[in-house]
């Protein structure tokens, strides 16, 4: 995808610039993304969902900062480990329609959760 | 961004189909986004630096899985937020490079980790 | 204190055993440790937060779990680094009242959000 | 256990005192824990192991607090759902051992690993 593989070319260079490249382990960029995600998280722990709908300007501003920062190291790692993020997007929506066919899981609330549980309890994680 | 913007749409659908929609609050979408960022450091949590750039092909098919799924919440949370990922992307790599001036940071290791803390105190988190 | 020195050294037998004390540098223990946190998120995510007031025996039987291995990862990270976790969370406290007096944020729901932020601008991450 | 009711009726008190149990929902909690795991995972993220056993002073200080903040929510979590840590601390260390028997898992680092894995699959979610 063009517009992404040029983000990635953007990224690696600015990691260079800086001779940060030494830091960007795939251990350490996974780090870095999860503190990334929380940071996103932070954004939300106090609001209501009702509130999570209704973010004032500011909100959103530090919102959007966030979930960039997060899409900047994913990335990143998937520079590092030569991933194609929309190609492993494609497949795992494929999964993900197996794993939960919709005529099985639609209605209530309840079956989503239930549904969660039991593929969890299938998924390898090797 | 038409790829991008079709998986949204993709997504979408996805949860429509399975009455799913009910779920996706903002505030519960940042959560399970930061689960699956958890579960990618989780591949990577016993390993060293080292092991992680080399993974087994089972351990880098568990790594994409993840980061698909990082990658999916992303565009669900952009999709209720109305964030353009691209444009959020640039726009903070464009200050990235204004708290990070690459004739200031680049150098040795200790520099990185005190340029993150000085600028950790400057975020503005609203 | 007692019980929790007991089970530190518990928990490093429990290592020891297995030869796993070799995978508990500060670094992984800290990934380890952010998993648990999420596995305890992912029990939450699709309830309402009066849903998680009220959580089923299986749900709560699960959450116990998770916590336990928050609690358990922290103490094998203060055996590491030597912390005596009541002494730091004493200090904390501290820190934590002179950061918010009580006459000062008391009040609407808005101050505990907006003290929130000022704080983590005044914080330093060294 | 003593000083850990001490410290969760001393933090019930200070959210009491400032109006704050209104946003303790354990979902909420449950993120606020997760943050504070990502707040303790950004002190290591670009360390290497080997500096992670050779923090500075001010370097273990915030690693201190970010343990105290964990452990924090970890209490209030805690009270809010009327779970005993120490026991449910105790039944994970006796689940553990059964899942991990130690003439079975003690050897190579790949093992330790695989039997991550394998356990994985087989842990119920609910």
């Known amino acids: 995808m063009d517009k992404l593989e040029q983000i990635k070319a953007q990224l690696q ?8 490249d030494q830091f960007h382990s795939p251990k350490n960029l996974s780090m870095a ?16 969902e009702a509130q999570s709908q209704n973010l004032s300007p500011e909100q959103l501003s530090a919102v959007k900062d966030e ?6 190291y994913l990335l990143r790692l998937a520079t590092k480990l030569n991933v194609n ?7 795992k929506i494929e999964k993900n329609a197996l794993k939960y066919p919709a005529d099985k ?6 079956k989503y959760n239930w549904y969660e549980q039991i593929s969890e309890q299938d998924d ?3």
Request: with cysteine.
């Open 13 to 20: 260079k600015f990691a260079d610039d800086r001779d940060w």
């Open 33 to 48: 993304l999860s503190v990334e995600a929380s940071e996103l998280v932070e954004c939300f722990q106090w609001l209501t």
């Open 67 to 72: 979930m960039a920062d997060v899409q900047i």
């Open 85 to 91: 993020m929309l190609e492993a997007v494609n497949q």
């Open 105 to 110: 899981v639609k209605g209530s609330a309840k």
């Open 124 to 126: 390898s994680k090797s």
